[in-house]
């Protein structure tokens, strides 16, 4: 299962920002990206594909040293991407490789290389591994186009897919679950099947760790008290002089705190008699005194208690070494070891009764394994009949693209063996194409032409909008060869996949180009005898101009641009 299987609408996540520094022609470059359909347009050698090759590297591509700006040392890009509205589990995610989490629901990724071959990646400015950030990338963009990231390439992302267009998540969860399990009996299986030599050394080993902690009768609270009872009797003849030398001072040295208090004692009854209003501090004084002989005679009880007996530390301490002894071989803390020994109690009962409990596991695979060949078929024969509805969509979709006698099937391959069954079921998935009458149907990843299967991609994008679970989409060449009719309806598609993703488009065609609700022109230019691209947002007045560039120029292709932008399916940046 893919990690955020089931996420709807991930139109709420898109990339907002992409910054650029020293890669190929931009310099230094900050890319402000809108949801929706964005178009990314400019003449042939002006840089386009930059923008292909800076996402690659987020997406922990290789990195090309030679991509890296003439007379530069290091090269960084950098894509933020909203995810307030994400439903997805991305703070644990994040949380368990030990990442930052995301502030303001702002996802950040960078990546840095150098001349000299180094990498540096982060996510929310936490250090990371390339395979961390690919991982990222996986589900957060698709680039379809020449040697891409494509998830719809990969068999079991197109199972799940399949799976959600038909409403089967919660039959495929059944059966991971009942997979599990046999999982787990396998191993308890494993754990018992041994040879005789290394069984015998099993039940040694149990018997001597389950009789070691045994014999020590442990007490799960019984380590604190005995450090407390060992620190005063270590102590105990220091302890006996402080107290000795604390009454001392209190009753029977000639300057006693009592003999001291009886004294001013007397001045005060003297000083009450004289003056009544002095009868206050004569109270005060009592109180003192009584409080003092309460002292003494605690005090006194203390001293008394103090035990001055080696025999007794001597057992502490020896008591005190096993403790730390057993928790060296079998866990932190006390309560620890006690676990283990229950652990290595019941373990040493299988094994000591490995037979039956052998024959009782075999008896739980078998039935199990009937159950889950039942799921299998059961969740495989709903997967048949959702395949001719989406191959039939896939088709009609592919039509519109130009693809007009083409064929398009999801085939599945079903393997009745619990053995080798995956949490997604018995059947194995694979989307096939056959571009041309006559021809056999191939996987997708097969497709040679990367213009051919970006279309391919951009139809099953559009059947399967609401069940792709990756946001961003982004599209190169998947005009390449096509013109008239196709391309507006490459547009239309592109526009209608952008009400569910977001969709960066570069491309050549205008069609294409006119559909986009945000366009975007790359341009190259000469600064301080330097050439360098630069990306900058067109209005509508700079759109008509750029169309109309695309349409071949003069006042004719002026007009035609005017046109394309007044259609249903365009949507003019503000």
Not at 193 to 212: G, N, S
Request: hydrophobic residues 40%; aromatic residues 4%.
């Amino acid at each position: 299962m893919f990690p955020f299987e089931g996420i709807r609408r991930l139109n709420h996540c898109v990339l907002s920002t992409l910054r650029i520094k020293n890669l190929a022609l931009v310099a230094d470059l900050t890319l402000e990206l809108q949801p929706g359909f964005c178009a990314i347009t400019g003449e042939t050698g002006t840089g386009k594909s930059v923008i292909l090759g800076a996402l690659n590297l987020v997406l922990g591509r290789r990195a090309d040293r030679g991509a890296l700006r003439s007379g530069a040392e290091s090269c960084t890009v950098e894509a933020v991407f909203d995810v307030q509205n994400l439903r997805a589990p991305l703070p644990r995610f994040l949380e368990e490789r030990g990442l930052e989490p995301c502030e303001s629901g702002q996802l950040v990724l960078k990546r840095t290389f150098t001349a000299a071959g180094t990498n540096r990646q982060f996510v929310n400015g936490s250090p990371t591994s390339l395979a961390t950030l690919e991982e990222m990338g996986g589900w957060l963009i698709d680039l379809h186009g020449p040697h891409d990231h494509q998830s719809l390439l990969q068999p079991r992302l197109q199972l799940s897919l399949v799976d959600a267009y038909g409403g089967l998540n919660s039959q495929r969860e059944s059966f991971a679950e009942q997979l599990s399990r046999r999982s787990h009996l396998q191993q308890a299986k494993a754990a018992l099947i041994v040879d005789e030599r290394t069984y015998a050394q099993q039940i040694d080993l149990l018997r001597h760790q389950v009789r070691e902690i045994s014999d020590a009768r442990l007490r799960p609270s019984e380590e604190t008290e005995l450090e407390a009872e060992h620190s005063r009797a270590s102590n105990a003849a220091r302890l006996l002089e402080l107290s000795q030398t604390a009454l001392a001072t209190l009753g029977e040295a000639d300057d006693a705190t009592l003999t001291s208090l009886g004294t001013v004692g007397r001045s005060l009854q003297d000083l009450a008699r004289i003056d009544s209003g002095a009868q206050g501090l004569l109270e005060i004084q009592i109180q003192a005194a009584g409080l003092i002989r309460e002292l003494q005679s605690e005090l006194s009880r203390y001293a008394d208690r103090i035990d001055l007996d080696p025999q007794r530390l001597a057992e502490l301490e020896e008591r005190l070494n096993l403790l730390q002894s057993l928790q060296r071989k079998y866990g932190g803390s006390v309560e620890e070891v006690i676990a283990f020994g229950n652990e290595a109690r019941q373990r040493l009962e299988a094994l000591e009764s490995r037979d039956a409990e052998l024959e009782r596991l075999n008896r739980e695979l078998q039935e199990l394994d009937g159950e889950l060949r039942t799921l299998g078929k059961s969740l495989s024969e709903h997967r048949h009949s959702v395949l001719s509805g989406l191959n039939r969509a896939a088709e009609s979709e592919l039509s519109c693209l130009g693809f007009r006698q083409s064929r398009f099937e999801a085939t599945l391959t079903h393997n009745p063996d619990p053995a080798q069954a995956t949490e997604t079921g018995m059947d194995r998935m694979e989307f096939q194409f056959a571009p041309n009458p006559g021809e056999p149907a191939r996987p997708l990843r097969s497709i040679a032409s990367s213009g051919e299967l970006a279309r391919v991609m951009l139809a099953l994008k559009t059947v399967l909008a609401d069940q792709d679970a990756v946001p961003v989409l982004v599209f190169d060449e998947v005009d390449a060869n096509v013109g008239g009719e196709t391309a507006h309806a490459v547009g239309q598609k592109m526009a209608t996949i952008a009400s569910k993703h977001q969709v960066l488009c570069i491309t050549h065609l205008a069609p294409v180009a006119a559909a986009a609700s945000t366009h975007y022109q790359v341009i190259k230019e000469v600064r301080e005898g330097r050439t360098e691209s630069r990306i900058q947002t067109l209005n509508r007045a700079e759109r008509v101009a750029e169309l109309g560039r695309m349409l071949g120029g003069g006042a004719a292709a002026q007009r035609h641009a005017q046109e394309l932008l007044s259609q249903p399916s365009s949507r003019p940046a503000s």
